[in-house]
C-alpha cells in the first residue's frame, strides 16, 4: 500500500517533469525511485533526459537508447534451437534478409510506455470533491471500479455529473520495468499487460491539450490520486455504449451514417496526431446526447517516429477478436521460404499464408528473384490500417446486427467464404440491404491486404458523407465514387491481393511441428500454449505457429483486378453478436432438493459479465463453434473438436451471493476428456488475466 503523500512526493520529484500545464503536477518517468520503477530505461528519450513534448507531432521518445539494447539482447526461438538476435548465426539461416533487416529494423522497434511520460496528474483535486451517485461496472480486471458521481468544482457554476474510473495504482503500474519494444515481447514470449492504463492516462492527458479536438472522442477532465486509488475523471456519456443501443432494433441508414461519420472523424484525428488505437468497436464506442464518443485508450500506440518516415510496426493481435485485421496474427518464428511470384518487388512487402492458414505481411529481402525461393522476415502491421478495418467492421455490426465473422482467419468458415465471395454477397446471402455509397466505404476499409485498404482520411472524406462534410466531398458521381474506391466491386474485394494467383512455398529450413503446443489442445488450435510459461501472452491470446503442411501461398501487391465475379455456394449463417451485458448478473443457484453443482466447477469473485465475456473469448479463441448464448440465463453452448474428441459443453454462470459466482462446465455429448480438458483450460485463461479462481 502507496500512501498519497509518499506518492505524491515521488511524482513532484521524477526527473522527467515538464510543464506542460503549471497548474499540475505531472506523473512523468525517469531515473530515480519513482512510481515508475527504479529508472525504467524504456520511458526516457534518447538523450536519457525523458523530456516530454509539447505536441506527438514531434516525438521526442525514442527506443535508441536502453531499449534497443535490451532488445539487442533479447532471444528468438527458432525450432528446439536458441539464437541471440544480434549474432550473425541468426542470419545463417537466412542470408538473404540480412540487408532488409538491418535497413528496416527501426521501425520494427517500437516503444509501447512512450505515453507513460504524458501522463499528468493534477494535484489541487481530492476525492472529497466528488459524491458517488451509483456503481457502474467493474474493469480493469476486478483492480477497478467505474462509479457515476457529483463533482463539487471549486470556482464552477454548478456541480458536474462525471465518470470516475478508479484503479488501484498497482495496476496501473502493472508495466513498469517490462519491456517496451513489443516486438522483443512477442519474440521472447514475455509478459506485458496489453491494457495500459497508464498509457490511457497519457493519450487522455495529450488529447484534452489540444484546442481542436472533436466532440467525437471522450473528454477528460483531469486525472489525481487519492489514497492507493488513481482517479480518471470522464465525461458523463448517458446514452451508454454502441452495442446497447443497436440492441433496440435495426438502424436506419440516415443514423448509420451519422454515427460512422462521426467515428471516421474521431479515428483520423487520432492518426493525424501519430495515434493508433487499437481497440476500436461498437463497445468503446459511446453516446453523449446521441453522438459519438470514442473511448477506451488503454492499447494505444504511436504510429510514426518524430522525422516521420514508415509507419512502425506492432506484433501483438490486441483488440477484440471481431475487429483485428488479419495481418495481425504473426507467427512466433521470425521468418518463413517462400517462392516469390510474378509481379513482386524486391525488398517491397507482400502478403502470405502461412500452412496453418494465417495472413501475414513479409518483407521480401532486395534480393529477391521472381521465381526463385527466398526466406522473407515477417514484417508486423501497421496498426492505422487495423483501426481501419475495425471501423468497417463497426460499419458491418451496425448495419446488420450481427458480426462478419469471428476472427479474420482462414480456419474461420465465415472468413473464409469472403475471403473467396465479398462482403456484398454475404450481405446479399444474410438478406441485408445497403446503398451503393456505404457498401463502398464498407468494401474499402474491409480489403484483407492492408497496404489496399483505404486510409480514415479518405475515409473521413467519402462521398457518403458529403452532406454531413458540408456539401464537400473530394468526389462527385458514380465515375468518381469508382475513382475513389479505386475499382471496388459489390462482386468481391476487387483490387485485392487474394484474387490474384496463389505461388507454392517450400518448408525447407522451418522448424517441424508446433514447437510451443503441449499436445493436449485442440486439433489445429495454435492458441493453446497455455502449459509454455506466463511470458508466452500479450493481448490474452498466444500467436498462431507456423507447424507444418503442404503449402502455403504469398499474394503480391499488383493492380486491381475489376468486377471479378465469384460463385460460392453454401452462405455461411448469421453470427450472433455474443457478448454479455455490462452490469448484468446470472441467477442464483437453484434452490430445488437435491440440486448439485458438476464436479467441473470452479468458483470466482468479481463482475459476472467481465468473466462471461473472458469465457467467450476462450472458446472462440479454441475456434468453438458457438451455438447459442443466453444473456437470461447467463450460459454458453459450444460444440469443440480436438485431439481428445469432439464434445459439446455448456458454460453456466451462477450467483452464490455478494460477489461469488459458480462457474459450471456440462458435457452434453462427446468425450468426456474433452470436457475435462477444456475445463482446465479455460480456469488457467481466466488466471492469466488476473481473474481469481478457487
Given at each position: 500500500?502507496?500512501?498519497?503523500?509518499?506518492?505524491?512526493?515521488?511524482?513532484?520529484?521524477?526527473?522527467?517533469?515538464?510543464?506542460?500545464?503549471?497548474?499540475?503536477?505531472?506523473?512523468?518517468?525517469?531515473?530515480?525511485?519513482?512510481?515508475?520503477?527504479?529508472?525504467?530505461?524504456?520511458?526516457?528519450?534518447?538523450?536519457?533526459?525523458?523530456?516530454?513534448?509539447?505536441?506527438?507531432?514531434?516525438?521526442?521518445?525514442?527506443?535508441t537508447?536502453?531499449?534497443?539494447?535490451?532488445?539487442a539482447?533479447?532471444?528468438?526461438?527458432?525450432?528446439?534451437?536458441?539464437?541471440?538476435?544480434?549474432?550473425?548465426?541468426?542470419?545463417?539461416?537466412?542470408?538473404?534478409?540480412?540487408?532488409?533487416?538491418?535497413?528496416?529494423?527501426?521501425?520494427?522497434?517500437?516503444?509501447?510506455?512512450?505515453?507513460?511520460?504524458?501522463?499528468?496528474?493534477?494535484?489541487?483535486?481530492?476525492?472529497?470533491?466528488?459524491?458517488?451517485?451509483?456503481?457502474?461496472?467493474?474493469?480493469?480486471?476486478?483492480?477497478?471500479?467505474?462509479?457515476?458521481?457529483?463533482?463539487?468544482?471549486?470556482?464552477?457554476?454548478?456541480?458536474?455529473?462525471?465518470?470516475?474510473?478508479?484503479?488501484?495504482?498497482?495496476?496501473?503500474?502493472?508495466?513498469?520495468?517490462?519491456?517496451?519494444?513489443?516486438?522483443?515481447?512477442?519474440?521472447?514470449?514475455?509478459?506485458?499487460?496489453?491494457?495500459?492504463?497508464?498509457?490511457?492516462?497519457?493519450?487522455?492527458?495529450?488529447?484534452r491539450?489540444?484546442?481542436?479536438?472533436?466532440?467525437?472522442?471522450?473528454?477528460?477532465?483531469?486525472?489525481?490520486?487519492?489514497?492507493?486509488?488513481?482517479?480518471?475523471?470522464?465525461?458523463?456519456?448517458?446514452?451508454?455504449?454502441?452495442?446497447?443501443?443497436?440492441?433496440?432494433?435495426?438502424?436506419?441508414?440516415?443514423?448509420?451514417?451519422?454515427?460512422?461519420?462521426q467515428l471516421?472523424?474521431?479515428?483520423?484525428?487520432?492518426?493525424r496526431?501519430?495515434?493508433?488505437?487499437?481497440?476500436?468497436?461498437?463497445?468503446?464506442?459511446?453516446?453523449?446526447?446521441?453522438?459519438?464518443?470514442?473511448?477506451?485508450?488503454?492499447?494505444?500506440?504511436?504510429?510514426?517516429?518524430?522525422?516521420?518516415?514508415?509507419p512502425?510496426?506492432?506484433?501483438?493481435?490486441?483488440?477484440?477478436?471481431?475487429?483485428?485485421?488479419?495481418?495481425?496474427?504473426?507467427?512466433?518464428?521470425?521468418?518463413?521460404?517462400?517462392?516469390?511470384?510474378?509481379?513482386?518487388?524486391?525488398?517491397?512487402?507482400?502478403?502470405?499464408?502461412?500452412?496453418?492458414?494465417?495472413?501475414?505481411?513479409?518483407?521480401?529481402?532486395?534480393?529477391?528473384?521472381?521465381?526463385?525461393?527466398?526466406?522473407?522476415?515477417?514484417?508486423?502491421?501497421?496498426?492505422a490500417?487495423?483501426?481501419?478495418?475495425?471501423?468497417?467492421?463497426?460499419?458491418?455490426?451496425?448495419?446488420?446486427?450481427?458480426?462478419?465473422?469471428?476472427?479474420?482467419?482462414?480456419?474461420?468458415?465465415?472468413?473464409?467464404?469472403?475471403?473467396?465471395?465479398?462482403?456484398?454477397?454475404?450481405?446479399?446471402?444474410?438478406?441485408?440491404?445497403?446503398?451503393i455509397?456505404?457498401?463502398?466505404?464498407?468494401?474499402?476499409?474491409?480489403?484483407?491486404?492492408?497496404?489496399?485498404?483505404?486510409?480514415?482520411?479518405?475515409?473521413?472524406?467519402?462521398?457518403?458523407?458529403?452532406?454531413?462534410?458540408?456539401?464537400h466531398?473530394?468526389?462527385?458521381?458514380?465515375?468518381?465514387?469508382?475513382?475513389?474506391?479505386?475499382?471496388?466491386?459489390?462482386t468481391?474485394?476487387?483490387?485485392?491481393?487474394?484474387?490474384?494467383?496463389?505461388?507454392?512455398?517450400?518448408?525447407?529450413?522451418?522448424?517441424?511441428?508446433?514447437?510451443?503446443?503441449?499436445?493436449?489442445?485442440?486439433?489445429?488450435?495454435?492458441?493453446?500454449?497455455?502449459?509454455?510459461?506466463?511470458?508466452?501472452?500479450?493481448?490474452?491470446?498466444?500467436?498462431?505457429?507456423?507447424?507444418?503442411?503442404?503449402?502455403?501461398?504469398?499474394?503480391?501487391?499488383?493492380p486491381?483486378?475489376?468486377?471479378r465475379?465469384?460463385?460460392?455456394?453454401?452462405?455461411?449463417?448469421?453470427?450472433?453478436?455474443?457478448?454479455?451485458?455490462?452490469?448484468?448478473?446470472?441467477?442464483?443457484?437453484?434452490?430445488?432438493?437435491?440440486?448439485?453443482?458438476?464436479?467441473?466447477?470452479?468458483?470466482?469473485?468479481?463482475?459476472?459479465?467481465?468473466?462471461?465475456?473472458?469465457?467467450l473469448?476462450?472458446?472462440?479463441?479454441?475456434?468453438?463453434?458457438?451455438?447459442?448464448?443466453?444473456?437470461?440465463?447467463?450460459?454458453?453452448?459450444?460444440?469443440?473438436?480436438?485431439?481428445?474428441?469432439?464434445?459439446?459443453?455448456?458454460?453456466?454462470?451462477?450467483?452464490?451471493?455478494?460477489?461469488?459466482?459458480?462457474?459450471?462446465?456440462?458435457?452434453?455429448?462427446?468425450?468426456?476428456?474433452?470436457?475435462?480438458?477444456?475445463?482446465?483450460k479455460?480456469?488457467e485463461?481466466?488466471?492469466?488475466?488476473?481473474?481469481?479462481?478457487?
Amino acid at each position: 500500500m502507496i500512501g498519497e503523500g509518499a506518492m505524491q512526493q515521488d511524482w513532484t520529484n521524477a526527473s522527467c517533469q515538464s510543464q506542460l500545464l503549471a497548474s499540475q503536477v505531472e506523473l512523468l518517468c525517469g531515473a530515480g525511485d519513482d512510481v515508475f520503477g527504479n529508472g525504467d530505461a524504456y520511458s526516457t528519450t534518447a538523450s536519457g533526459d525523458g523530456t516530454v513534448p509539447s505536441s506527438l507531432g514531434g516525438f521526442s521518445t525514442q527506443n535508441t537508447g536502453s531499449s534497443q539494447a535490451s532488445y539487442a539482447t533479447a532471444v528468438a526461438s527458432i525450432g528446439n534451437e536458441r539464437f541471440d538476435s544480434t549474432s550473425s548465426d541468426l542470419y545463417a539461416k537466412a542470408p538473404e534478409v540480412r540487408e532488409a533487416n538491418v535497413e528496416t529494423a527501426s521501425v520494427r522497434d517500437t516503444d509501447l510506455n512512450y505515453f507513460h511520460c504524458v501522463a499528468t496528474f493534477d494535484a489541487a483535486i481530492s476525492a472529497g470533491q466528488f459524491v458517488k451517485i451509483k456503481g457502474l461496472s467493474d474493469c480493469c480486471r476486478n483492480d477497478g471500479k467505474v462509479e457515476l458521481h457529483r463533482w463539487e468544482s471549486a470556482g464552477a457554476c454548478h456541480d458536474q455529473i462525471v465518470v470516475v474510473k478508479r484503479v488501484r495504482v498497482e495496476r496501473v503500474n502493472a508495466n513498469k520495468g517490462k519491456e517496451a519494444n513489443e516486438r522483443v515481447v512477442h519474440y521472447a514470449r514475455s509478459y506485458r499487460d496489453t491494457e495500459d492504463c497508464l498509457a490511457e492516462l497519457g493519450v487522455y492527458s495529450y488529447l484534452r491539450q489540444q484546442a481542436d479536438l472533436p466532440e467525437y472522442i471522450l473528454k477528460m477532465h483531469t486525472i489525481f490520486q487519492a489514497d492507493s486509488d488513481v482517479w480518471l475523471v470522464l465525461e458523463n456519456a448517458e446514452g451508454g455504449d454502441l452495442f446497447n443501443a443497436l440492441q433496440n432494433g435495426k438502424l436506419e441508414e440516415q443514423q448509420l451514417k451519422v454515427w460512422m461519420f462521426q467515428l471516421c472523424q474521431a479515428t483520423a484525428y487520432l492518426h493525424r496526431h501519430s495515434i493508433a488505437h487499437r481497440d476500436i468497436s461498437v463497445e468503446n464506442v459511446l453516446l453523449c446526447g446521441g453522438v459519438v464518443r470514442l473511448m477506451d485508450f488503454g492499447q494505444a500506440v504511436r504510429t510514426h517516429r518524430p522525422s516521420g518516415g514508415e509507419p512502425l510496426r506492432y506484433y501483438a493481435p490486441v483488440g477484440k477478436p471481431y475487429y483485428t485485421g488479419p495481418e495481425c496474427y504473426v507467427p512466433f518464428e521470425t521468418s518463413m521460404r517462400v517462392q516469390v511470384p510474378a509481379g513482386a518487388h524486391p525488398g517491397g512487402v507482400a502478403l502470405a499464408g502461412t500452412p496453418a492458414g494465417y495472413l501475414c505481411q513479409v518483407l521480401l529481402p532486395k534480393d529477391a528473384v521472381v521465381g526463385q525461393e527466398c526466406v522473407a522476415d515477417f514484417y508486423g502491421y501497421v496498426p492505422a490500417a487495423n483501426d481501419v478495418f475495425a471501423c468497417g467492421i463497426c460499419l458491418f455490426i451496425m448495419a446488420t446486427g450481427a458480426p462478419p465473422w469471428r476472427r479474420a482467419l482462414l480456419t474461420d468458415p465465415h472468413f473464409s467464404w469472403v475471403r473467396k465471395a465479398g462482403i456484398a454477397k454475404l450481405l446479399a446471402a444474410w438478406k441485408k440491404s445497403l446503398s451503393i455509397l456505404p457498401m463502398n466505404l464498407m468494401e474499402s476499409m474491409l480489403r484483407m491486404d492492408p497496404l489496399q485498404r483505404s486510409t480514415m482520411e479518405r475515409c473521413a472524406v467519402h462521398p457518403w458523407f458529403a452532406s454531413l462534410n458540408g456539401g464537400h466531398s473530394d468526389l462527385v458521381g458514380d465515375a468518381a465514387l469508382l475513382q475513389w474506391g479505386e475499382g471496388v466491386s459489390t462482386t468481391g474485394f476487387s483490387g485485392d491481393a487474394y484474387c490474384l494467383p496463389e505461388a507454392s512455398r517450400s518448408a525447407d529450413g522451418l522448424p517441424a511441428g508446433n514447437f510451443y503446443n503441449s499436445g493436449e489442445g485442440f486439433q489445429g488450435d495454435f492458441y493453446s500454449g497455455m502449459d509454455g510459461p506466463p511470458g508466452s501472452l500479450i493481448g490474452g491470446a498466444l500467436s498462431p505457429q507456423l507447424g507444418d503442411a503442404p503449402s502455403c501461398f504469398i499474394d503480391k501487391m499488383g493492380p486491381s483486378v475489376s468486377n471479378r465475379e465469384v460463385c460460392v455456394e453454401g452462405s455461411p449463417a448469421p453470427i450472433s453478436l455474443e457478448r454479455f451485458a455490462a452490469g448484468s448478473s446470472p441467477p442464483s443457484l437453484p434452490s430445488v432438493p437435491g440440486f448439485q453443482l458438476e464436479p467441473t466447477t470452479f468458483h470466482t469473485a468479481g463482475a459476472a459479465s467481465e468473466v462471461g465475456n473472458l469465457l467467450l473469448e476462450f472458446l472462440l479463441e479454441r475456434r468453438a463453434a458457438i451455438t447459442k448464448v443466453s444473456g437470461k440465463k447467463f450460459a454458453i453452448k459450444a460444440d469443440l473438436e480436438g485431439d481428445a474428441g469432439a464434445c459439446t459443453v455448456k458454460v453456466r454462470l451462477y450467483h452464490q451471493g455478494g460477489d461469488r459466482y459458480a462457474i459450471q462446465f456440462q458435457r452434453r455429448n462427446g468425450h468426456a476428456t474433452a470436457l475435462h480438458l477444456v475445463f482446465r483450460k479455460a480456469a488457467e485463461y481466466l488466471r492469466q488475466r488476473n481473474v481469481r479462481i478457487e
